[in-house]
């Protein structure tokens, strides 16, 4: 409703007084404190409304975005409670990661110490590309740096880091860094004018494709090195590579070592890179020898249990687990041989999107993306803390740094054990419930983290046999690409049953690798896909896997 002008104060002041009431108060102030948290007490009254037996919230509907291109910039305003009530609306059908029967992705549930602090940075709105924009939420940022380095292994006194956008930043950030070492500092100011070339594993992230197209570098010049059957970089076929390039004069700037795939949880021998990288460097004589990023988002959180006492067992896992436990970290416990590092949060840090850390072994590194202060005129006049000279972003939120700051007080080593181990001996003990049945098979039986995935196969079917052929016979083509299928059947009744409450809710790959015949790459094989991060998953919920996909089997062949 439009307040009615007066002839003693103009329309705009009205609604402006009115629109105050929007923010929240600048200064203490009782009616306006008690109506902020009144309204957003009320939104989260809502919203839990909308649970259910179901792993999402309410119901789900499939959107009609070309509908949505026709909407109208509005006129008037509106008042908080009905916005806040829409808000509510548009939760609906929104996963609830924390939820037992919720296996998606690597999606965690938010503690409630990593959610206050969005809170916090969404009301005072940080920007710690200065500290004078952001007071002690910078603070924050260098005593998460801090942390992080003293748990991976780094030298505090010498790491650096920055938050950034997302994992794809941190990947970003590394290759850029190995860009312009290989380049002797020029990129910055005379662009990418030579092939260079990244270098990464088949199951390495996708983001890959992002970073080498946006920095210039080009997809042509990005080599993706064949895996093992273990999902982590064929160190053969590495330095089979390397050396042809250098061979060939030919400029690496960078090799991504990714510890954690997305899909399978494979683990790059980042030792056994650094090593090939050493040697080779020493061998050719290389005046700048390729940096090595490690893309640890996902396995980062293993480095908590470098100096658990596997043998006294303190917290009590059973030994399946501590046996994948201490197989990740003979991998993971390297992380300090990296040149950088990217980590989330987000992941297995259990903090809300966006807590995207990107870390140096040693922070002079970051002095090849800075900028001169004279270009930025109107910032860094003062204070102690400028990164805005050398990030990427203009702006950037508070609130990751924050956040991760607060799950690693809240957490400490023992904390974060409990959660990544939980996870851990569920996925262990859900695969042993699917080797049980023997037309299921588990594809990554060799990777040891929160992630299983398994294939189920036809009636009459022997699955371990039909395994094997898929993986590396010609011959058996066609039976692999009838075989996807046919798990994506599988996948698209379960989803359906866990949708309304019936089930747990998978997730689904249509290709965690490829078969490999000889050196030529076969098809896609596909698979589904249990991820556990909740600390809600327990034994009740690993049981409904099984039995769901041995149901949905049934469920296939009635239909015949």
Same mark, same amino acid.
């Given at each position: ?157 010498? =790491?650096?880091? *920055? /938050? ?6 941190? &990947?970003?950030? @590394?290759? %850029?860094?190995?860009?312009? #070492? ?118 980062? =959180?293993?480095? *908590? /249990? ?6 006294? &067992?303190?917290? @009590?896992? %059973?030994?399946?687990?501590? #046996? ?237």
């Amino acid at each position: 409703m439009t307040p009615r002008h007066t002839a003693n104060t103009p329309l705009y002041l009205q609604l402006l007084q009115r629109l105050k009431t929007c923010f929240p108060g600048p200064v203490s102030e009782p009616v306006l404190d008690g109506y902020f948290i009144h309204t957003v007490s009320r939104f989260l009254d809502r919203v839990d409304d909308l649970k259910s037996a179901a792993p999402i919230l309410g119901r789900s509907r499939r959107a009609d975005y070309q509908n949505e291109l026709g909407l109208k910039f509005p006129e008037e305003t509106a008042t908080v409670e009905q916005v806040t009530g829409l808000l509510a609306e548009y939760c609906q059908g929104m996963p609830i990661w924390a939820h037992p029967n919720s296996q998606v992705n690597v999606i965690p549930p938010t503690t409630i110490p990593s959610i206050t602090a969005f809170v916090a940075a969404a009301i005072y709105n940080p920007n710690i590309i200065w500290d004078e924009y952001s007071a002690r939420f910078a603070e924050a940022e260098i005593q998460t740096v801090s942390l992080v380095s003293d748990l991976v292994g780094y030298d505090p006194q010498l =790491a650096g880091g *920055v /938050f950034t956008f997302s994992g794809t930043g941190t &990947n970003f950030y @590394g290759c %850029k860094l190995g860009l312009e #070492k290989v380049l002797g500092g020029k990129a910055m100011e005379e662009g990418v004018r030579e092939d260079v070339k990244i270098v990464s594993s088949a199951a390495s992230h996708y983001s890959r494709l992002n970073v080498s197209g946006w920095l210039g570098v080009g997809m042509k010049n990005l080599v993706t090195i064949p895996t093992t059957n273990n999902n982590d970089m064929s160190l053969p076929h590495l330095e089979e590579y390397l050396r042809r390039a250098l061979d060939a004069g030919e400029k690496v700037g960078v090799i991504i070592a990714t510890m954690g795939t997305t899909d399978a949880f494979g683990l790059d021998d980042l030792g056994a890179i650094v090593r090939l990288r050493d040697q080779l460097a020493r061998e050719y004589l290389l005046p700048q020898p390729p940096h090595i990023h490690a893309d640890a988002v996902i396995g980062w =959180a293993w480095s *908590v /249990f470098k100096d658990y006492d596997f043998q006294a &067992n303190p917290l @009590g896992f %059973k030994a399946r687990t501590l #046996k994948a436990l201490r197989h990740s970290l003979g991998r993971l416990g390297d992380l300090a041989q990296a040149d950088s590092l990217g980590i989330d949060f987000h992941k297995t840090g259990y903090a809300p999107y966006l807590s995207s850390l990107f870390m140096v072994k040693d922070r002079r590194d970051l002095a090849c993306l800075s900028r001169e202060p004279e270009e930025m005129p109107y910032l860094y006049h003062f204070g102690s803390y400028h990164p805005g000279i050398f990030t990427l972003e203009c702006s950037r939120p508070g609130s990751g740094a924050l956040a991760a700051y607060a799950n690693i007080r809240l957490l400490g080593k023992q904390g974060y054990r409990v959660l990544i181990g939980h996870a851990v001996e569920m996925a262990e003990m859900l695969r042993e419930r699917l080797e049980a049945y023997p037309f299921i098979q588990v594809v990554n039986d060799r990777n040891f983290g929160p992630v299983t995935l398994f294939r189920a196969y036809p009636p009459g079917v022997d699955a371990e046999a039909a395994w094997r052929r898929e993986v590396k016979d010609p011959a058996y083509r066609k039976e692999l690409e009838a075989h996807n299928f046919y798990n994506r059947r599988v996948f698209q009744l379960t989803h359906d049953w866990a949708m309304r409450g019936e089930g747990v809710l998978l997730s689904w790959t249509d290709a965690y690798r490829h078969a490999r015949y000889g050196r030529e790459e076969g098809p896609p094989i596909a698979a589904l896909k249990s991820y556990i991060l909740s600390p809600w998953t327990d034994a009740a919920a690993v049981d409904m896997v099984a039995r769901q996909v041995a149901e949905a089997r049934n469920a296939m062949e009635s239909e015949r």
